[in-house]
């Protein structure tokens, strides 16, 4: 088999060795993954990205080769008979040579069909999400890995389907790529995410507000930082509530999801934090109702500059995936599920210290987080540290601080709790009371409910000859654990409770 003599060239014959090594790498790769179901995503990487880069560029290379003979034909610097391929199919010769290039161009259609979805896929893979860039996405990824929604693809919140909003993200995806390559990224990726999906394309897709109904129970533990760590338990009733006023069900929380209204509001920072201005419109009773912030109002003119904002899921399930829970939190469960003993003295208070001591780098914290603890033990209670039983309990802490550390803070991306507050509740960020802090009046002289039963019942709460538990459906009046006089109605929660120390 012969081709056309102005192949015959260097640079065409590179290209051809190039498209025919990355075809048959191709070849072989996609084997070994669909044989052994590999995820890693360097493979994938390698599979989907590098090999069709050489491919193509293998494949321009052919005719680039061939231009350049027949421009030195042209010049006089070459020698042919005439100056461009002239195509005879009566010519065996050619008739073969044309059935071998159509063969070669399906079979390329064909797997370059296959690579193309295969690249879709990949791009869309959590491996690729959140395990190929790890340093920039592996805050997100730990925090998902460990959350309900661990087994719900990165894209089906963040891209969703359809071919819009794929050739959306990989636009914005490649300056991505290239901030990340030239390390100009954001640290920590700031949000709100502003080209987020809206919530019905991708919260919806899998909850919806028409189906939401009742209460859910939740028990938080609380470990309080005195010398015995006292568990304190707090049993409630969350008033989830419904959403859909066919089914009379329009109580509770999720009524801001309410088919029937609109909330909508004026942010003043980005991390819509300060929420000045509230107005809603109930579309089944014509009432709209605007709510202001007494303490510090908008001005008209202000009000009248702003586009206002829709509520949705997210203004409250901010953190659906990435929860960074506090160290207060996350020692708390530490010891709830037993991976810390209570029985060493004011254990709460040195775990939840050791993870915020001084950490500016990811280096070392194991180190100074079992320094900090051990030191402390040994020096402040030698003669419990003679125990063997108790020895194990220090070191047992230890490993369960550190743990704790690297599920939930990131130096490396200044990733915490800090950081990205879980609007969910009030007890460590303001969440619901950025709005519901008692403040927020309308002229008709209404107020967004600051009543500690409007969302919530406790059903029971407190430990030892303290614990109480209800016998009516609306619930205990709250108790503070802590004697603090009347300052938990005064002030908010967070306030005083940082997610650190109280
Ligand atoms: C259940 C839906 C959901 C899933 C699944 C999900 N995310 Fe998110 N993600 C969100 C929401 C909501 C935000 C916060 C948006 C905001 O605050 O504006 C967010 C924020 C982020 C941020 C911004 C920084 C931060 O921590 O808030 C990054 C980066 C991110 N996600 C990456 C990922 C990666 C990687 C995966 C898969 C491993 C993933 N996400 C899976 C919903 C999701
Ligand atoms: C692909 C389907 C899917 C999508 C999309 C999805 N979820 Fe979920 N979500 C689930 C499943 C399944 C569960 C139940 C997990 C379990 O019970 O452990 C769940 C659980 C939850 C829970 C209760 C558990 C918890 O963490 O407190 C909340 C709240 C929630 N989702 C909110 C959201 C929000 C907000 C979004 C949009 C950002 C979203 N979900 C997007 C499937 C989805
Ligand atoms: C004026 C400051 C202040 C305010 C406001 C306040 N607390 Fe506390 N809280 C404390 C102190 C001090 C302690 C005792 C130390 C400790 O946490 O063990 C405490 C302890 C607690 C504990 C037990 C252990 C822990 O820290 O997790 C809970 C639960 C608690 N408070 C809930 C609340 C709730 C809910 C509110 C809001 C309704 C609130 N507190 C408002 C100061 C405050
Ligand atoms: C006003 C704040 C707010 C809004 C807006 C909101 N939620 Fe919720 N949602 C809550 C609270 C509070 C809970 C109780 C669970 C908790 O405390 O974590 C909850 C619970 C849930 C649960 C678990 C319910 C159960 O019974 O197990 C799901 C799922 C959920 N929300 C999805 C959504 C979706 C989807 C949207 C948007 C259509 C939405 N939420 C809008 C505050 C809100
Ligand atoms: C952006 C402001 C805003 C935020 C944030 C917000 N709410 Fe609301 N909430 C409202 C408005 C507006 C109303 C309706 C008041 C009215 O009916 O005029 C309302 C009403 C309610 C109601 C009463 C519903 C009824 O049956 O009358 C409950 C319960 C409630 N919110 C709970 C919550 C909880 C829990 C959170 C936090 C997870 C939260 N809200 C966060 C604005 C907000
Ligand atoms: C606007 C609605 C709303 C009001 C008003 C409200 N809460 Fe809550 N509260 C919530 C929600 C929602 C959560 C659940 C947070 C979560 O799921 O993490 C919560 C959680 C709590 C918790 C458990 C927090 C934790 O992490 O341990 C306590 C205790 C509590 N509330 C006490 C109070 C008290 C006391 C008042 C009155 C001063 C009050 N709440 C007013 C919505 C409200």
New binding site residues.
Partial sequence: MRFPKSTYNLVSAVGAILALVATLTFVVLFTVIIVTAETNPYTGIVLYMVTPLFLFSGLAMIPIGMWRYHRRLKRGEAEEDYVWPHLDLNRPRHRRAMAWFAILTVALLLLTGVGAYGTYHFTESNAFCGKTCHNVMHPEYIAYEHSSHARVKCVDCHIGSGAGWYAKSKISGAYQVYAVLANKYPKPIPTPIRNLRPAQETCEQCHWPERFFGAQQRQFNHYMYNDSSTHWPINML??V?GGDPKTGQ????H??MNIGVD?E?IHRDEQRLD?PW???T?HTTGRV?V?EDEEDPLTPEEVAAATPRG?DCM??HNRPSHKYRSPDDQIDLAILTGQISRELPEIKQMAVEAMILDHETETDVNTRIANFITDYYRQEYPELYDSQRLRVAVSDAVVATQDAFHRSIFPDMKVSWAEYPD????FQVP??M???DGNHT?KEG?S??HDCK??HAIMSQGSGDRAEVSTTPEGLDFVHPEDIGEAWTEMGCYECHSGVQP
Avoid: E, F, P
């Avoid at 329009?250 to 929380?253: M, N, R, S, V, W």
């Avoid at 609007?423 to 009030?426: A, K, R």
């Fill in positions: 969350i008033k509530g329009t109580a509770g929380i009524w801001h909330v509001y929420i509230i107005r809603i109930d109702t709510y509520m203004d409250c609007h969910i509740g009030h969440g619901c950025r709005c519901h309308s209404l967004l409910t409007a969302c």
